[in-house]
């Protein structure tokens, strides 16, 4: 367009040059294009048009007067001029990713085992390593050598994982750690575009909890292995306090001259309440405030009695509004007047005042509030320190490390000898696990973290003796009793369901381990046996 005089008497005459010059080579066509698609860009995004385009740079719906005004901004949609929002008052301003979630959002639990050995993993079990599916989060409960293989094989995506605990420093627990958070660091530089969990990974660090020396433990194996954290932070917590700690050869060679990793956040120690227990911060964001979307779940860690320093894990989801007797108070609130949109608040436990002067108590028109619990007990050869924590979780997932079995009776040796070699080195067998699983009044009871001899490949041999196991178990408590395989998956449904869904089976013979045995061998499983006892004498 050609400018007027006043413009052009207010403006530099050499900028009038230099456009006159430029509008004089290119064409009018494109001079008026050029001009429309600078008028769309000066448009907030979501300002611009959705209908289908009339030509390259009008939709179907504009006019043909040129200067038309652009349709007003919408401050509530994501994605909007942040200019038009922050003139909000604060009464209309909608944080950005931090709302607050109901604790029903949150949906069904799953526990994946990723892991069911012990000390030495086999060709049919990986070392110990649980994962519980919340959301759309992932918490890994240990990280035995093979955590990273079990986690592709399972399906679970390395960026969903936002927390992980470990209960003691012992390898079959702790070897695969560097390799996931590797995994995890390198699935973060390899996501290019700016999606959410690209956004939430740079803003929530991955939490890490454990006993004294998880973090110098870590610094130096990321540090001498030359991984790069990239957009990943990572967030260590250390368990103080512990009384295992107080014993001369349970001190930790704790390095204290590491420095920090490139993206640690640092945080602060842990102690233990006055109950005994640890309680475990949220992760938290730059600020300090509550990582967004995080699932409202409550977790706390108790000592066990091993040979090394060692924890177990209660986790608790927040106390959810029970059900409400509509057929009750509905006809109550009509007869009286009283609008329904005072239902909301009723539900979190505010009373209602009918005309009369009446009061309407929540708890004489709901049933009690209602919260899904989990125990995680490591190893241990006694948990009775976390018995008044664990009473009445649905879910026990005890260890079961030794059993004795028809192959040790075989060869004399008794349920006491088992027993008695179980707790020499810091275990349990499925009879401590049945009682102490009675004593709280568990509702189920899961085993694992079995023995290299007790194989898991659903074959018939392997499926006869975890029915011993099994059996063991049930002699002393009267729930359902559980024998993990690695990617059993249990399923928590919100009203208290318990599904368990097992993985197909995987006969012994077909393992690519077993080429070198006989196939009488393979089917009796005593050799199997033999060579793992040897192995266990080893150690």
Request: glycine share 8%; with cysteine; charged share 25%.
């Amino acid at each position: 367009h050609r400018t007027t005089r006043q413009d052009t008497q207010t403006e530099n005459k050499t900028g009038i040059k230099k456009r006159r010059k430029n509008d004089a080579r290119r064409p009018r066509w494109r001079q008026l294009a050029r001009g429309k698609m600078l008028r769309a860009c000066a448009l907030p995004f979501h300002a611009r048009c959705a209908l289908p385009f009339r030509s390259a740079f009008r939709c179907a719906h504009s006019g043909r007067r040129r200067g038309s005004a652009p349709p007003a901004p919408q401050p509530f949609r994501r994605g909007g001029d942040r200019r038009t929002a922050d003139k909000l008052r604060a009464s209309q301003k909608l944080p950005h990713r931090e709302r607050p979630i109901n604790n029903q959002d949150i949906g069904e639990l799953n526990l994946v085992f990723l892991g069911t050995a012990s000390a030495q993993a086999t060709t049919s079990r990986a070392q110990q390593s649980v994962a519980l599916r919340v959301q759309n989060e992932t918490w890994l409960f240990d990280c035995g050598g093979q955590t990273q293989m079990q986690m592709l094989r399972a399906g679970i995506a390395p960026l969903s994982v936002t927390r992980i605990f470990i209960s003691h420093m012992h390898g079959d627990h702790v070897f695969g750690l560097p390799a996931v958070i590797a995994m995890c660091a390198n699935s973060s530089m390899q996501q290019v575009s700016a999606s959410a969990d690209v956004r939430r990974w740079e803003k929530v660090p991955l939490q890490l909890v454990g006993p004294v020396g998880l973090r110098a433990w870590l610094r130096t194996v990321l540090a001498n292995s030359y991984v790069g954290l990239g957009r990943l932070r990572l967030q260590v917590h250390e368990l103080h306090g512990l009384e295992a700690l107080q014993q001369p050869k349970h001190v930790p060679a704790v390095l204290s001259g590491v420095p920090p990793l490139h993206g640690e956040v640092l945080a602060p120690p842990l102690w233990p309440e006055e109950d005994g227990a640890w309680s475990v911060p949220h992760p938290t964001a730059h600020g300090g405030r509550s990582a967004p979307r995080a699932p409202k779940m409550r977790i706390r860690a108790v000592e066990m009695d091993h040979t090394v320093p060692t924890v177990g894990w209660l986790l608790e989801e927040y106390p959810r509004p029970g059900s409400l007797h509509a057929d009750r108070l509905l006809p109550l609130l009509e007869a009286h007047g009283v609008e329904k949109r005072l239902l909301g608040q009723f539900k979190l436990g505010t009373p209602i005042e009918l005309p009369t002067g009446e009061l309407l108590q929540p708890s004489d028109f709901m049933d009690p509030p209602t919260s899904r619990r989990i125990g995680l007990l490591s190893d241990t050869r006694d948990c009775s320190r976390a018995a008044a924590h664990c009473e009445g979780v649905d879910v026990l997932v005890h260890e079961c490390t030794n059993a004795c079995t028809n192959f040790d009776r075989q060869r004399g040796r008794g349920p006491d000898t088992i027993r008695r070699l179980a707790v020499e080195h810091g275990h349990s067998t499925p009879q401590m696990a049945a009682q102490f699983a009675s004593e709280i009044g568990a509702k189920r009871l899961v085993l694992t973290h079995f023995s290299s001899r007790y194989l898991g490949s659903g074959s018939a041999y392997a499926d006869g003796v975890m029915n011993e196991i099994r059996n063991l178990a049930k002699q002393h408590y009267g729930g359902p009793v559980t024998c993990a395989r690695d990617f059993l998956r249990v399923e928590m449904q919100v009203n208290g369901e318990v599904h368990e869904h097992h993985p197909p089976r995987q006969p012994y013979e077909e393992w690519p381990g077993n080429i070198f045995k006989t196939a009488s061998e393979a089917e009796g499983g005593e050799a199997v046996e033999a060579a793992a006892e040897v192995a266990e004498a080893a150690a």
